[in-house]
């Protein structure tokens, strides 16, 4: 189909062919209440109910309705459903598996995911498929061909108990983190110090002790800042030699400072401890030295030691003539906190022009993220994670880590408010998972995490962002990405501000969605916004996301706003294969057989993800329809009259060319139930369905 512009059609509506259109008294006729809202026939002549109060009431979507959790009523032990014996004398689950056999519900089909992938369900008599792998005379089968290989699941970063363990009971170490954080509170202290004379001087101008410190601001080096120099210094180690200096300076509850200064390009170090003073060859009037110091380079080396309570802290200043890189002593910078690695040494990934998928709460799971992976997505990354959670060892926050082995780039999100909790949960992750980079969320417009400080609050507080990522850096060996909105409110920007800083904090990525955050969802993305500040970035990589549903989209924003790549999300959503469509740049006009196996694929992801019992397929269906509240809003190609379907166009109520396709366009969740149910089988009678997002950018 050849692709016109249309400019008759109606604003805001997708151009859907006449012969579609579903008139507006046949909605009428057949109308049913959308998303659940039922109303009952004697709720009219009910009093209204009064309002609640401001505290009493839950804010957001879906939060009056009780959460409802579908399992057994008899919990049997894990053991007794394996067929095994259960020797924990204090178990507290039920051994009686003929009582659970009896009141458990039908099975829903006769082929078990698990066992025909693995030869083995790792929920034995609780899998809801028990007739697949159940022998006559009731026991539990097993598959010898493809047990040998000895995969019983596909998935990474699967949390242990021992770190859990750790974690909950605050035993698990940060070596890295926590020196950074000393060194940190260390700067803002000085900071303080700093504002404090400043403001002193102010008040009593006439005193020249009390004179303004900007030069010491602007020449004072923090040890962040020094370890940083050091490092570019050791470039020129090899045709410049070192000092030697042998002697060990202590002191106990002195302070030191460090200063370097340049003059007639030359290095000179001064080192002051209490009363001791070491000074440079260049800088000494005659005064006795035990050693002599020449050198335009100085390696130094800082160490913190804490013990007994004491702060003691011991500078060493080591030189060595280094002629070659075989001088260098690797064995002594092994398990070292305080030597981390620098941004040129840590592991390079090829973002340019690579297909990346957006991280999506609650809809970006890892089922589904392992269908776009099969329809071509090169990168993706998990669903987003508080950082504090995974701090305190919540299991159902550490499942939002996991990984499919089909995802060969693939990177976590962690969303978080202060420095402390976000630089401990890097080290934690990058030595706990396996994870190609860590995405800090500064995007996040919910409530809940805005007013804690965290997603695109942090957008407001830069001094503390470069301290997050700073330390990020420090103790992590993988990239640090990030993903922002254009700012908090449509008519104050603060992108543009950020992404130079970013660049100089060391960042890898930044992904730059085009709307703020009072906007939401609502409007288009603004991608001239993008392309201005794309122009900025010449040392970092920088993507841009926002309504792309079609190639013609995609490669727009590649040729005309100087990105580097673009950020796939809602789009993804609606039509998965939109990453096929980009690789090849065509349209797929995808049948309604062809989506409802894409949906039975994901049903068979969901369980081997979440389980065969009870519990894991109820959880699937759920999701199932978390998604259908997405792909409803797709229009196939060959009801269109006018390509590309466009995000921000509404869907208007049309039949499509079979029932199946019909059923799959209806906005009402008690069909996406429906479609679950031809899936998964009869839902619970209690079941309800409210979808948790209601994103769209329609106009109108």
């Known amino acids: 189909m050849e692709v016109v512009n249309n400019s008759s059609k109606r604003r805001g509506i997708a151009p859907v062919k006449a012969e579609f259109i579903v008139h507006s008294q046949d909605i009428q006729e057949n109308s049913e209440p ?15 109910s009064k309002k609640k109060s401001r505290v009493t009431r839950k804010r957001g979507r879906n939060k009056e309705q009780a959460k409802k959790t579908f399992a057994e009523p008899i919990r049997l032990c894990h053991k007794i459903s394996l067929g095994e014996q259960c020797a924990n004398e204090f178990c507290k689950f039920s051994h009686d598996l003929a009582a659970f056999l009896d009141i458990k519900d039908e099975d829903l089909g006769d082929i078990c995911a698990n066992f025909e992938k693995f030869g083995k369900c790792r929920f034995g008599y609780r899998c809801r498929y028990l007739k697949a792998h159940l022998s006559p005379d009731g026991k539990l089968i097993v598959n010898e061909e493809l047990i040998s290989s000895g995969i019983f699941v596909e998935e990474k970063n699967i949390q242990s108990i021992h770190v859990q363990k750790q974690l909950r009971t605050h035993s698990y170490k940060f070596p890295k983190s926590d020196a950074y954080l000393v060194e940190m509170q260390q700067e803002i202290e000085e900071q303080r110090e700093l504002e404090k004379a400043n403001r002193l001087a102010k008040l009593n101008p006439d005193n020249k002790l009390s004179k303004p410190l900007e030069e010491k601001q602007e020449d004072s080096v923090t040890i962040v ?5 050091l490092d570019k210094s050791e470039v020129k180690a090899k045709e410049e030699p070192d000092v030697n200096f042998n002697s060990d300076f202590e002191s106990t509850n002195v302070r030191k400072r460090i200063k370097l200064e340049d003059s007639d390009s030359k290095s000179q170090v001064k080192v002051k401890i209490g009363e001791m003073e070491l000074k440079s060859k260049d800088d000494t009037t005659g005064e006795n030295s035990n050693s002599d110091i020449e050198s335009t380079d100085v390696r130094k080396k800082i160490k913190l030691e804490d013990s007994d309570s004491k702060c003691k802290e011991k500078v060493k200043i080591e030189g060595t003539e280094l002629k070659s890189k075989d001088d260098v002593n690797v064995e002594e910078f092994i398990d070292t906190p305080d030597v981390p690695l620098r941004t040129c040494e840590k592991k390079k990934i090829t973002f340019k022009n690579k297909l990346y998928l957006a991280p999506l709460t609650t809809v970006g799971n890892l089922p589904f993220r392992r269908i776009c992976k099969e329809f071509g997505a090169d990168i993706t990354c998990g669903e987003m994670a508080m950082a504090t959670n ?5 299991q159902s926050e550490w499942a939002l880590l996991k990984r499919h082995i089909s995802e060969d780039c693939f990177g976590v999100q962690i969303c978080g ?9 890097a080290e934690l992750l990058n030595n706990e998972i396996e994870a190609d980079f860590v995405d800090v969320n500064l995007g996040c417009p919910i409530d809940l995490v805005f007013n804690k400080g965290g997603g695109s609050k942090l957008l407001m507080h830069d001094g503390r962002l470069g301290k997050i990522i700073k330390g990020m850096n420090k103790v992590m060996d993988i990239p640090v990405t990030v993903k922002l909105r254009t700012g ?6 603060l992108a543009h501000k950020l992404i130079p800083k970013f660049q100089n904090w060391g960042v890898e990525l930044a992904t730059l969605h085009g709307r703020s955050r009072q906007q939401r969802y609502t409007k288009l993305a603004d991608w001239d916004y993008i392309s201005k500040i794309s122009l900025k970035t010449s040392e970092m990589n920088f993507f841009g996301n926002g309504d792309v549903l079609g190639y013609e989209d995609y490669y727009h924003h590649i040729e005309n706003d100087h990105v580097d790549g673009v950020m796939i999300g809602r789009g993804a959503l609606i039509k998965p294969w939109i990453f096929d469509e980009i690789k090849s740049k065509r349209h797929y006009d995808i049948s309604s057989k062809e989506r ?4 039975k694929k994901f049903c068979d992801y969901g369980i081997e993800h979440w389980g065969s019992d009870t519990i894991g397929i109820n959880n699937t269906r759920r999701f199932l329809c978390e998604w259908m509240s997405f792909l409803y809003r797709y229009i196939p190609v060959g009801l269109l009259e006018v390509l590309p379907q466009r995000i921000n166009e509404r869907p208007p109520a049309f039949h499509g060319r079979d ?13 996406w139930v429906k479609i679950s149910e031809m899936l998964l089988g009869p839902a619970p009678d209690s079941f309800v369905f409210l979808p948790k997002h209601a994103s769209n950018s329609y106009e109108g």
């Open 488 to 493: 908090i409110l449509d008519n104050l920007p």
């Open 34 to 48: 959308v998303f659940g809202d039922e109303v009952d026939d004697d709720s009219k002549n009910k009093e209204p």
């Open 225 to 229: 800042e020094l370890s940083e120099q």
């Open 390 to 394: 995974l701090l305190q060892g919540q």
């Open 596 to 599: 409802f196996d894409i949906l």
């Open 659 to 671: 029932e199946l396709e019909t059923l799959m366009a209806s906005p009402n969740s008690k069909d």
């Open 417 to 425: 408010a202060k420095a402390e909790h976000l630089v401990k949960c």
